[in-house]
Nanobody, 132 residues
Framework: QVQLVESGGGSVQAGGSLRLSCAASGYTYSSYCMGWFRQVPGKQREGVAIIYTKGGKVYYADSVKDRFTISQDSAKNTLYLEMNSLKPEDTAMYYC?????????????????????????WGQGTQVTVSS
């Protein structure tokens, strides 16, 4: 059973930065799509940034391109989300998610989905609040 534990959320002023971490354990599959989603009350959970753990394409929501960067430290089984130039509209609960994905020699053919229903494993979430 994969377990995901997020950390790093908090309150910042607009223009500030935060780095979220997602510590993963209990891997039972060789490769995953992993990423960050966010949700505000009354709205659907949206994909923010997603990677295939073996490399290749990276997905970013249009609203965070050029401001957020997703990365991973495979040795530590940790996923990160570096968030810069934060805006009040970035305020949300941020979740880490993982989806077992077949391994392939050509990682660039893998397109990880950016929809909530496609993901099997979820963390408990970490709150990010950006004040104006």
């Amino acid at each position: 059973q994969v377990q995901l534990v997020e950390s790093g959320g908090g309150s910042v002023q607009a223009g500030g930065s935060l780095r979220l971490s997602c510590a993963a354990s209990g891997y039972t599959y060789s490769s995953y799509c992993m990423g960050w989603f966010r949700q505000v009350p009354g709205k659907q959970r949206e994909g923010v940034a997603i990677i295939y753990t073996k490399g290749g394409k990276v997905y970013y929501a249009d609203s965070v391109k050029d401001r957020f960067t997703i990365s991973q430290d495979s040795a530590k089984n940790t996923l990160y989300l570096e968030m810069n130039s934060l805006k009040p509209e970035d305020t949300a609960m941020y979740y880490c998610a993982a989806r077992p994905t077949p391994i392939t020699d050509n990682t660039w053919v893998v397109s990880c989905p950016a929809v909530e229903v496609a993901y099997t494993y979820w963390g408990q979430g970490t709150q990010v609040t950006v004040s104006s």
